[in-house]
């Protein structure tokens, strides 16, 4: 807002607005801030369970409950200092998330969690524990979630990079099963996100009726592609597609090698970072010009490029690759708070919305690095003390 605004909050939800020096009752406590005022921000692709370092998420799944419990509370520190209100959790073991999710605490950022990942048998993060075979097991899978009170459900669709042995230019599961899962979880009215790297694996992922694609990377065996045929498919069903972009550039640079499994997908294809990523934003793009609804989540905790609080980051690229600044900080704000079902809880400063609210030191109109220098963060009105470094 030009000239910047009052925020009047209680119980942790926004009240309304006035005007910057208006009159504010006795017992209210007003705090002022310098920047720019936006809605907490969503990461829409987290692993709780890992903390970013070489082989974390493999060995999530090999950790006693309460060792994952502290990654998992340090992974959400590091999300709220960076001015992140809510991420939503794509790769947990033993549902060990949840907990946290249920928990009244206001200085941890919401969670929408879709608890272990579901695989093929020796699949992409098989050792999360989401391991699943035949109709009868994704079934069983099903109610299982269900049971536990996950919010979505999260199906490997290709393989991964990081998980040798799988392909991330294929597809995993049967058509048939994958539609099976589908159908089996919107019984349950869960929505289902699809990871899919291959172009492949987004047309199974889109025949099956997910409703959003993780990663959306476009592999095929010439090159990043996803023709307009599918771009129209994924607007026309009103799928959400996060490209979880956001790449922490030095920690990346000081990696001794490139992780075997990533490696060995750009030799694949004949191309490097750099020009991997431009083919990528071109797609990303094309997408947007096809009214496909964006989303933003780094996939952090997955790799040391992708510690946790680097959504900015991938809100920047966004940027590089053409979008507008409102455009780049929706995918994190209004539209996450979409695909997560949230949009009537937080996402936007409303009144009677939750009181997540992010400043950040600069004019974020002009300058998209103003979001890596969060100011005050407020999590359902509790600000978050000590300030966030
Ligand atoms: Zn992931």
Not at 107 to 127: K, N, S
Not at 178 to 185: D, F, G, I, Q
Not at 323 to 336: G, Q, R
């Amino acid at each position: 807002m030009p000239g910047g605004a009052t925020v009047f909050v209680e119980d942790g939800v926004i009240e309304g607005f006035e005007s910057v020096g208006c009159e504010v009752p006795a017992d209210c406590r007003l705090t002022t801030f310098e920047g720019t005022l936006l809605p907490g921000l969503f990461d829409g692709h987290v692993h709780l369970v890992s903390d970013a370092a070489l082989g974390s998420l493999e060995r999530a799944g090999s950790l006693d409950a309460d060792a994952v419990d502290n990654i998992i509370e340090h992974s959400l520190r590091q999300q709220a200092a960076a001015g992140v209100t809510t991420v939503r959790d794509l790769g947990d073991v033993g549902y060990r998330t949840l907990g946290f999710r249920d928990s009244p605490r206001t200085d941890l950022p919401r969670i929408t969690a879709a608890g272990p990942p579901l695989t093929v048998p020796d699949g992409h993060c098989h050792y999360l524990g989401g391991v699943v075979e035949g109709p009868d097991g994704i079934r069983a899978a099903l109610s299982e979630h269900e049971q536990r009170g996950v919010d979505v459900i999260k199906v490997m669709a290709s393989g991964g990079m990081t998980t040798l042995g799988t392909d991330p230019f294929g597809v995993q599961f049967e058509a048939a099963d994958l539609r099976t899962l589908v159908e089996a979880a919107h019984a349950a009215g869960l929505p289902v996100l699809a990871h899919a790297h291959s172009l492949a694996g987004i047309r199974h992922a889109l025949a099956a009726g997910v409703d959003g694609i993780e990663h959306f990377t476009g592999l095929t065996e010439t090159g990043i592609r996803v023709p307009d045929e599918v771009l129209e498919a994924v607007a026309g069903a009103g799928v959400f597609v996060n490209p979880t972009l956001g790449v922490d550039r030095e920690a990346l640079a000081s990696m001794p090698a490139p992780r075997p499994g990533i490696a060995a997908a750009l030799k694949r294809i004949g191309l490097d970072v750099e020009t991997a990523q431009a083919a990528r934003l071109q797609v990303l793009q094309r997408a947007q010009n096809h009214g496909i609804r964006l989303v933003s989540g780094v996939d952090a905790g997955a790799a040391p490029a992708k510690r946790h609080g680097i959504v900015s980051l991938a809100l920047a690229a966004l940027t590089e690759g053409g979008f507008s600044i409102a455009d780049a900080v929706a995918t994190a704000t209004t539209v996450a708070a979409q695909a997560c079902g949230l949009a009537q809880v937080t996402g936007r400063l409303q009144p009677g919305l939750a009181a997540d609210i992010l400043v950040v030191d600069g004019n974020l109109e002009h300058d998209i690095t103003a979001l890596q220098r969060p100011a005050t963060v407020l999590i359902r009105g509790n600000p978050l003390t000590p300030p966030p470094t």
